[in-house]
């Protein structure tokens, strides 16, 4: 199972890894009509956490125990068994955000769609190599 | 008297906790024999039932794997009438008596219902179980519906109020108490959540409760307040709380104060029988003090922690974390802990309000042990993982509440450790 590592002495904080996970997550994938038509606009499920000049990209870790798997009362978030990915299933999630009370690194968000869904990391659905790391200029995100 | 059957595990009540504990009892034992008994005819998510009610949902009440991936054999409709704790023995609705080797009780709470003139005759609801939630749904169909009274502004409360404004209907909310979710919300959150329910049309009536309910040719058709006021309803939910579930442990054994008393393992006073979820009574993390949590989250936890003492292995549980989340309208709010401290100089509280958003937290010495979010809850994980790890914030304390507060603001090393989980590094 590959892991997103993140290596914050690399991060230059220039945010492309944002722009590209909400590219990635638009309707229509393109750059342009995603930021300059496309309403309401995606978002990004990746935060760059900026202080002085240390900065990092970060977004959900995958984690063993989770704690938004294990407090999830409709069995929507849920953890792959094939490929240890944590992915909120959005048929089953109904928006109670006991997952966000949950995160210990605050990176679930709130999406309105026909009704409200938790949104989070989903390592591009499962790519080789997710758009984060593919358009990290400087390696600060690596996935191996 | 009939046969006496045995089991090594006995789950009284099928529900979280126990299936938690049944999962984890299954890890440490793969042979034993998990025996659950429940009440009820199936296993479902008690806080998933208000979003089926409003038709937010897919329409599916279980929650996980609970159907597909049950370690346990399960009774349904089979209610437990009595517990010998010291002899180890329980006896059944219908007679029978099994036997067991360790057990848990994890038979939740019942709502609270104070006798209401009127209140006989249909059309008042309490709202904790899968066929509160039918029955209601059915009146409203049968009855036209259109005005309900919600009793009531506690979470379940407010739970009814979000999914019959899903519903279109015309709601007032009546809380005897000065504010909304009097333990969980402080007087400011609770004008932002009034506010939110205004919006949505639904009127907040505080300091006031019901005096009685009227009918008209037997059919609820009001009630009249404390304050004299007379309000129009066809239907109406009484929501004041819940209580630990415990009126059928007389003559157990075990020692109940407002639930049944566990230690740190989830074991009662009468060792072999373990209590878990909303019936058991545990230590409060944040006041010290005895008290019943009755929330998921902490029903989980101790599930896991009781099934894993009944294999025989030593796991403790943290204390209990009051939290809670609900959204009504675009309002999402949030509160964990001690959000209203005693003025007596011992908690400081920062507080973080612009426009829709309103943060608190509270601080005692250098630890979080409360907060209140409001409009922006994205990072209350952060925070929620600080006051239960009792993290000290002296060293970040003026970044706390600021907009872009995150991982990045915490000491390196527990920096390291929150992300390096499953072989990741900074
Ligand atoms: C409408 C509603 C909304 C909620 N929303 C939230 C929320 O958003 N977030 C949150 O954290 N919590 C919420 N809760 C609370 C949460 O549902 C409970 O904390 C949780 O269900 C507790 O689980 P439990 O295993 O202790 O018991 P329960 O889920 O209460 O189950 C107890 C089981 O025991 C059975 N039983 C009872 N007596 C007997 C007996 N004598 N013999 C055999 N079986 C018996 C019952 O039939 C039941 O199946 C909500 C609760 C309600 C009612
Ligand atoms: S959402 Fe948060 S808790 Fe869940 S797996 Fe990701 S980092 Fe872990
Ligand atoms: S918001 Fe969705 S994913 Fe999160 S806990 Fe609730 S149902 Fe589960
Ligand atoms: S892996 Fe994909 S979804 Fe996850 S943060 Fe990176 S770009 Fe976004």
Same mark, same amino acid.
């Given at each position: 199972?590959?892991?997103?590592?993140?290596?914050? $002495?690399?991060?230059?904080?220039?945010?492309?890894?944002?722009? =590209?996970?909400?590219?990635?997550?638009?309707?229509?994938?393109?750059?342009?009509?995603?930021?300059?038509? $496309?309403?309401?606009?995606?978002?990004?499920?990746?935060?760059?956490?900026? $202080?002085?000049?240390?900065?990092?990209?970060?977004?959900?870790?995958?984690?063993?125990?989770?704690?938004?798997? $294990? =407090?999830?009362?409709?069995?929507a978030m849920r953890r792959d068994k094939e490929n240890a990915t944590v992915l909120c299933d959005e048929e089953k999630c109904v928006g109670c955000w006991m997952c966000i009370m949950s995160c210990p690194c605050g990176v679930i968000k709130r999406e309105k769609k026909t009704r409200r869904i938790a949104s989070k990391c989903d390592l591009c659905g499962g790519v080789d190599e997710p758009v984060c790391v593919a358009h990290c200029p400087n390696e600060a995100l690596t996935y191996e | 008297m009939s046969e006496t059957l045995r089991t090594d595990y006995l789950l009284i009540g099928f529900s979280v906790s126990s299936w938690f504990a049944a999962c984890a009892l299954r890890e440490e034992d793969s042979s034993g024999r998990i025996l659950a008994v429940?009440?009820?005819?199936?296993?479902?998510?008690?806080?998933?039932?208000?979003?089926?009610?409003?038709?937010?949902?897919?329409?599916?009440?279980?929650?996980?794997?609970?159907?597909?991936?049950? #370690?346990?054999?399960?009774?349904?409709?089979? &209610?437990?009438?009595?517990?010998?704790?010291?002899?180890?023995? @329980?006896?059944?609705?219908? *007679?029978?008596?099994?036997a067991f080797g360790k057990a848990l009780v994890a038979t939740g709470g019942v709502p609270v219902f104070p006798p209401i003139p009127g209140a006989e005759g249909g059309g008042v609801f309490t709202f904790t179980r899968v066929d509160d939630m039918e029955r209601m749904a059915a009146y409203i169909d049968q009855h036209d519906v259109e005005d309900i009274l919600v009793l009531g502004g506690g979470f379940i409360g407010l739970k009814t109020c979000e999914a019959l404004?899903?519903?279109?209907?015309?709601?007032?909310?009546v809380e005897l108490a000065p504010r909304l979710l009097i333990n969980m919300m402080d007087q400011t959150g609770s004008r932002y959540l009034e506010k939110a329910l205004l919006k949505e049309g639904v009127e907040v009536v505080l300091e006031d409760t019901v005096e009685r309910f009227e009918r008209k040719e037997n059919e609820l058709c009001s009630s009249v307040l404390k304050s004299g006021r007379s309000l129009p309803h066809r239907l109406a939910v009484v929501a004041i709380g819940v209580?630990?579930?415990?009126?059928?442990?007389?003559?157990?054994?075990?020692?109940?104060?407002? *639930?049944?008393?566990?230690?740190a393992h989830q074991e009662t006073s009468c060792p072999g029988?373990?209590?878990?979820?909303?019936?058991?009574?545990?230590?409060?993390?944040?006041?010290?003090?005895?008290?019943?949590? &009755?929330?998921? #989250?902490?029903?989980?936890?101790?599930?896991? @922690? &009781? *099934?894993?003492?009944?294999?025989?292995?030593?796991?403790?549980y943290q204390g209990s974390l009051p939290l809670n989340a609900v959204e009504v309208g675009e309002t999402a709010i949030v509160s964990a802990g001690l959000v209203n401290p005693p003025d007596n100089g011992t908690y400081v509280t920062i507080i973080r309000e612009e426009r829709d958003v309103y943060q608190k937290l509270v601080l005692k010495e250098d630890r979080?042990?409360?907060?209140? +979010? @409001?409009?922006?809850?994205?990072?209350? *994980?952060?925070?929620?993982?600080?006051?239960?790890?009792?993290?000290?914030?002296?060293? +970040?304390?003026?970044?706390?509440?600021?907009?872009? +507060?995150?991982?990045?603001?915490?000491?390196?090393? +527990?920096?390291?450790?929150?992300?390096?989980? &499953?072989?990741?590094?900074?």
């Open positions: 199972m590959k892991h997103i590592k993140i290596h914050e $002495e690399y991060c230059i904080g220039c945010r492309l890894c944002e722009i =590209n996970c909400l590219v990635k997550h638009s309707h229509t994938g393109k750059i342009i009509k995603a930021f300059k038509e $496309e309403s309401p606009r995606a978002f990004p499920r990746i935060r760059v956490e900026e $202080e002085g000049c240390l900065s990092f990209a970060l977004q959900c870790r995958h984690c063993e125990d989770a704690p938004c798997v $294990e =407090n999830c009362m409709t069995g | 429940t009440e009820e005819d199936r296993v479902y998510s008690r806080p998933l039932l208000s979003y089926v009610l409003g038709n937010r949902s897919n329409g599916m009440t279980y929650f996980g794997d609970v159907v597909s991936e049950n #370690p346990a054999e399960v009774w349904w409709n089979c &209610a437990v009438e009595k517990l010998d704790g010291p002899g180890k023995w @329980v006896e059944l609705a219908d *007679g029978r008596r099994v404004i899903a519903l279109n209907k015309r709601i007032t909310l209580r630990p579930n415990i009126s059928w442990l007389a003559g157990s054994g075990l020692q109940v104060n407002r *639930g049944v008393l566990v230690n029988v373990f209590a878990a979820g909303d019936v058991a009574e545990t230590m409060n993390m944040i006041t010290g003090e005895r008290s019943v949590v &009755a929330v998921w #989250p902490e029903a989980v936890a101790q599930g896991k @922690v &009781a *099934g894993k003492n009944m294999a025989g292995k030593h796991k403790t979080i042990v409360g907060l209140i +979010f @409001v409009g922006d809850i994205e990072k209350a *994980g952060i925070y929620v993982h600080l006051i239960r790890h009792r993290i000290p914030v002296d060293s +970040f304390r003026e970044k706390l509440l600021q907009p872009d +507060f995150g991982i990045i603001s915490l000491p390196l090393n +527990f920096r390291k450790h929150m992300v390096e989980g &499953a072989g990741i590094e900074v």
